[in-house]
């Protein structure tokens, strides 16, 4: 029995353009879904901006203060247990990990500059945000798909009643509002953790480190550490409400939706924040 013919060059040929072929397609196809994605996140964010900024001299668009309220205390008050633990811990191991650098320097009293700006300008907005978007985001997207599921929302429709204004607009309002909230509080408690460990191991007199804190930290850290927050929630709010209000394949299309908002919100604040950061480095802010 013969063997079979060895291919030839032109059948390779084929076969490598066929593979390159589908390999630009399907990037193309990925790029398309992107760009589609992002659309419609801008589609939401702006039908979101035009309700709130129609409830400033509509009253009948206005969100109601209970509404509202409860979902601050959904997203943001809850969230400040978690919130203080993880940054005490960030301020601590600023300070142990700075101390042998410093102290081969004879400043070790300078730890609280770098604790302080790092906290203020970034690591209080942007842990926060990250621990937000697990805490909150992921609770938004679960909240509305389940919705979604349950047909509540084209209940509402058929009530002549937006599902933007009554859903969306309250929980971006909390999400932007307590975030930035949060993050005042992890700029103190980071700023705190440091103290703690400077003044209890590294023998830093507390004075002294606040003081150094004082001297180092200007308005321009807390201000532009507390926009990128705002920033960051808004992130937040308008990924978890597009997954959840397109949610599709009942309890899994769900979890599959939570599951997404976490890593597309930890993605985009990263990305967002190195945006930020180049600006801010750029104009001297």
Request: hydrophobic fraction near 55%; proline fraction near 3%; aromatic fraction near 8%.
């Amino acid at each position: 029995m013969s063997e079979a013919a060895p291919e030839t060059g032109p059948g390779r040929l084929t076969a490598g353009i066929i593979a390159v072929g589908h390999a630009t397609q399907n990037a193309c196809r990925g790029l398309v879904e992107r760009v589609r994605y992002v659309g419609g996140i801008g589609y939401l964010l702006a039908d979101t901006a035009r309700w709130i900024g129609r409830g400033f001299y509509d009253r009948r668009a206005r969100v109601s203060f209970s509404i509202l309220a409860a979902q601050m205390v959904r997203v943001g008050v809850r969230s400040i247990p978690i919130i203080v633990l993880v940054q005490t811990f960030i301020g601590i191991i600023l300070a142990l990990q700075l101390a042998p650098t410093m102290q081969d320097y004879g400043s070790i009293e300078k730890i609280a500059v770098i604790v302080g700006i790092a906290m203020f300008r970034e690591l209080g907005p942007l842990l926060s945000a990250v621990v937000l978007s697990g805490f909150a985001g992921a609770s938004i997207a679960a909240e509305l798909g389940a919705m979604v599921e349950a047909e509540e929302i084209k209940a509402l429709r058929a009530h002549a009643l937006n599902p933007i204004r009554f859903l969306v607009v309250p929980r971006c309002v909390a999400t932007v509002v307590m975030l930035v909230g949060l993050a005042i509080v992890a700029d103190v408690v980071g700023v705190l953790g440091g103290l703690f460990t400077a003044w209890g191991v590294l023998d830093v007199p507390p004075l002294i480190y606040l003081d150094q804190t004082y001297l180092a930290v200007v308005y321009k850290d807390i201000f532009t550490g507390l926009i990128k927050a705002g920033v960051f929630g808004l992130e937040i709010a308008m990924i978890g409400c597009y997954e959840g209000l397109n949610v599709r394949g009942g309890a899994e299309g769900v979890g599959r939706a939570t599951t997404a908002t976490v890593v597309k919100s930890i993605v985009a604040l990263i990305a967002t924040d190195c945006v930020f950061t180049t600006v801010f480095y750029l104009f001297k802010l």
